[in-house]
C-alpha cells in the first residue's frame, strides 16, 4: 500500500514539473544516465510543450496563421499552463482554446479570432465524428409516410452549425489561402453549417431561416417546431427545399416519431 502511495506522489511530481517550470519535480528519483536529473527533466518539458503546441497549431491553423508564429506559441505555452492535457489523446486537446483567446487583452484587437477558433474547433469535431448511414429521397419519403404523428429528424454525426456576428468563413479562408490582394471583408456576420464530406470537412453559409430550421432540428426538436422557427425568420421559408438540400448531401440519418 505504502508503495503505491509513493508511486502515486512520484508520478503527480513528474506531472506538476512537466507543466509548470517553476516545479522542481522529482529530480531526486530521477536516473541522469549522463545528464544532470534536472536537465532531463527540462528535456522531457520541452519535448512535452512541442507535442502540445503542435497539437494545437494543428486544430487551429488559421489562429496561427492569423496571429503569427511568435504569438502564437506564447499563448499555446500560457494556455498549456492553465489547461494541462488530462489524456493520452491529444485529440482532444484545445478544447477551451476559444475561451481562452477570448480572456486574453492581447487579442482584443482582433475581435474576430476567438470566433475563428470556435469555428475550428467545430472543423475538428466534425473530422473526428463517428460515421452513419444516411437516407436517400425515396428512403425518407418512406420514412415520413410511416410515421403518424409529429417527427424528429436525425442528422450524421458531423453535423455541426456556427453563428457568428464575424464574417468568420472569409477570414477563416483568407487565413489558410492568403492572397496579395487587400481582404474586404462583409459588415454581416456568417450563419454556417459545418460537416464531413469525402474525408474533408465542408462549410456552408445558409440563410437566417434555414439556420433555424436545421439548429432547431439537431437540438431534438420536432419538425413542425424548427419549421415554425424558420418561418419566423422567414415567412416564405421553404421547409421541403431545406430538407431536401440536407438529404442531397448526405446529412440525414433517420426519422423518428417524436
Not at 429521397?137 to 415520413?144: D, G, K, W, Y
Not at 437566417?208 to 422557427?229: P, Q, V, Y
Not at 431536401?244 to 446529412?251: C, I, K, Q
Request: charged fraction near 20%; hydrophobic fraction near 45%; include cysteine.
Amino acid at each position: 500500500m505504502h508503495a503505491a502511495s509513493s508511486l502515486l506522489e512520484l508520478q503527480r511530481s513528474f506531472l506538476e514539473a512537466l507543466f509548470d517550470s517553476r516545479k522542481t519535480g522529482p529530480v531526486d528519483r530521477l536516473v541522469g544516465a549522463g545528464l544532470d536529473p534536472a536537465a532531463r527533466l527540462r528535456i522531457y518539458r520541452h519535448n512535452s510543450e512541442q507535442t502540445h503546441l503542435e497539437a494545437l497549431r494543428t486544430t487551429y491553423p488559421a489562429v496561427a496563421a492569423l496571429v503569427g508564429d511568435a504569438f502564437f506559441e506564447q499563448t499555446a505555452a500560457r494556455y498549456r499552463g492553465q489547461y494541462p492535457s488530462r489524456s493520452g489523446n491529444l485529440q482532444a486537446y484545445g478544447e477551451h482554446f476559444a475561451e481562452f483567446l477570448a480572456s486574453l487583452a492581447d487579442t482584443h484587437r482582433l475581435p474576430y479570432l476567438a470566433d475563428v477558433a470556435r469555428l475550428e474547433w467545430r472543423r475538428q469535431l466534425a473530422a473526428l465524428a463517428g460515421e452513419a448511414g444516411a437516407l436517400t429521397p425515396v428512403e425518407l419519403q418512406s420514412a415520413l409516410a410511416a410515421v403518424q404523428g409529429p417527427v424528429r429528424v436525425s442528422f450524421h454525426p458531423s453535423v455541426h452549425r456556427f453563428a457568428s456576428p464575424h464574417p468568420v468563413l472569409a477570414i477563416w479562408q483568407y487565413a489558410m489561402r492568403p492572397r496579395t490582394e487587400r481582404l474586404t471583408l462583409p459588415e454581416s456576420g456568417d450563419r454556417l453549417v459545418l460537416w464531413r464530406s469525402g474525408g474533408e470537412v465542408a462549410m456552408a453559409g445558409v440563410d437566417a431561416a434555414s439556420f433555424a430550421c436545421i439548429d432547431a432540428l439537431a437540438r431534438g426538436e420536432i419538425l413542425d417546431a424548427a419549421h415554425a422557427a424558420a418561418s419566423a425568420q422567414d415567412p416564405a421559408f421553404d421547409l421541403p427545399a431545406c430538407i431536401a438540400s440536407l438529404v442531397r448531401e448526405g446529412l440525414v440519418t433517420g426519422i423518428t416519431p417524436a
